[in-house]
């Protein structure tokens, strides 16, 4: 794997709803069939809220949305606002990280979601590396949440953004 491959799109992105992000992306926004990993600088920053579009956009192409281990139960009438089908979220409660591992796995693979969105907590590469595989085989929005130590880690993902504030914004 390099680093220069992601520059090599050969499944249709997920427009992130903001053209400069968008600009960047190759493939004009966020990767299908690939992991990605955000790293906000710390909970509560707006890591939701940089998804919203692509959410919005896959719930109304009646593609479901998976929701597995978040760190809080996700706010129903902000996720509508945001153009979210809710009918189209299922939220996946777990009870240790090899819980939430397996989970994830198991929705990667199923090819019944457009997007994965995951919370792992710790996880160790060749973990990772099971759910980059996982989500190779389908075109899927995979997106796990992980804590900003994780940017000294190697990962397997296609694309990592690291997320802090600045002047009040994301």
């Known amino acids: ?38 790293l906000p600088q710390h909970e509560g920053i707006g890591e939701l809220r940089i998804l919203g579009a692509a959410l919005a956009a896959l719930s109304a192409q009646k593609r479901t949305l ?6 809080h139960l996700p706010y129903a009438p ?3 606002a945001r153009g979210i089908d809710l009918a189209r979220v299922i939220i996946v409660t777990t009870r240790a990280p090899r819980e939430t591992l397996w989970a994830a ?50 990962s397997c993902a296609a694309l990592r953004l690291a997320l802090s504030t600045r002047h009040g914004g994301l």
């Open 105 to 154: 796995e198991q929705a990667l693979r199923s090819k019944a979601c457009g997007a994965v969105l995951a919370w792992p907590g710790a996880i160790k590469y060749p973990e990772l590396r099971r759910l980059q595989l996982a989500a190779e085989d389908n075109p899927v929005l995979a997106v796990l949440f992980r804590p900003p130590q994780a940017r000294a880690e190697a």
């Open 66 to 71: 998976a929701w597995i281990a978040p760190p």
């Open 1 to 38: 794997w390099r680093g220069n491959q992601l520059s090599h799109v050969a499944n249709a992105s997920v427009p992130t709803g903001f053209a400069a992000l968008d600009a960047e992306l190759p493939g004009g926004g966020w990767p299908t069939a690939a992991l990605t990993e955000i």
């Open 78 to 80: 902000a996720l509508a």
